[in-house]
């Protein structure tokens, strides 16, 4: 168990991928950072002497502070917020615990530049199906909890992303979008080294959905049957977005925590 006011890292990885993730702050010195540039999924960047400017930020978050071992940095960081009112704990280990234990990190290369709100901002064509629901939650889980997705017609993704300095996918000619047989799902898994079973068992979903290949997976096609459902329900792109997310949320907790179960009707048939 986990000193008091600090998270393992078992515990933290139960809600990496989930709507409950805390917000992450990293505050690793650069000298540490530069020696492996990777993040934990959704971390943010921030300098530990500037840790209460994030106040205003945070008020109604909880926080888990991230430093190399877990120690001086990331448990002063998260006693400076507490002293503020926020809600912070610090990663018990650090970084090097969570690598350790082999889970998930990001290459902090890989993610765009954040906007002046330190929100990171993508575009894409409006009117949404499946792969351009399934990326926006799958950086929204893993890469950036508050990314900001603009949907546009599809001859002006090009020219917002660069009046809007927004990061285009899914859309030709891009590096975030399909390659050969994969769709965009799976390259945003490959990029951002996501590469776990449970997300990679959803990019099949995903591809046999977005490609009509359903027998990639048996749950494609109820998957494609559910975004086509969603896209006659709401005439607002972020509105369909919003509700996406909950089916990407129900879909990615089934393959990591439920994948194995069924149902056994009757049920009076089937008891000990």
């Given at each position: 168990m986990a000193p008091p006011d600090q998270i393992s890292?078992?515990?933290?990885?139960?809600?990496?991928?989930?709507?409950r993730v805390p917000t992450l702050v990293d505050v690793c010195?650069?000298?540490d950072f530069d020696v492996d540039s990777r993040l934990i999924p959704t971390s943010i960047r921030w300098p530990h002497t500037d840790i209460a400017s994030l106040v205003p930020r945070l008020s109604e978050f909880e926080v888990v502070v991230i430093c190399q071992k877990g120690l001086?940095?990331?448990q002063g960081a998260a006693a400076v917020l507490r002293a503020h009112g926020i809600r912070a704990e610090s990663l018990e280990g650090g970084n090097s615990a969570w690598r350790d234990a082999g889970e998930i990190l990001v290459p902090a290369e890989k993610i765009p530049e954040r906007n002046a709100a330190g929100q990171t901002v993508w575009v894409t064509r409006q009117r949404p199906k499946t792969d351009r629901i399934a990326c926006p939650w799958l950086i929204r889980r893993f890469i950036d909890r508050n990314a900001q997705f603009l949907f546009v017609a599809p001859?002006?993704?090009s020219m917002v992303a660069e009046k809007f300095g927004a990061t285009p996918f899914d859309v030709e000619?891009?590096?975030w979008s399909h390659r050969d047989e994969r769709c965009t799902f799976d390259i945003m898994i490959e990029e951002f080294s996501l590469e776990n079973e449970p997300l990679l068992q959803l990019a099949n979903i995903v591809r046999g959905a977005d490609t009509n290949q359903h027998d990639l997976a048996p749950e494609a096609a109820g998957l494609l049957a559910a975004s086509l459902g969603l896209s006659q329900m709401y005439d607002d792109d972020l509105e369909q977005l919003d509700a996406g997310m909950t089916l990407y949320d129900a879909f990615?907790?089934?393959a990591r925590d439920a994948s194995d179960e069924g149902q056994n009707w009757p049920a009076a048939l089937n008891a000990n």
């Open positions: 890292v078992p515990d933290l990885s139960r809600l990496i991928g989930t709507p010195i650069y000298e001086k940095l990331s001859s002006q993704v000619d891009v590096f990615y907790r089934w």
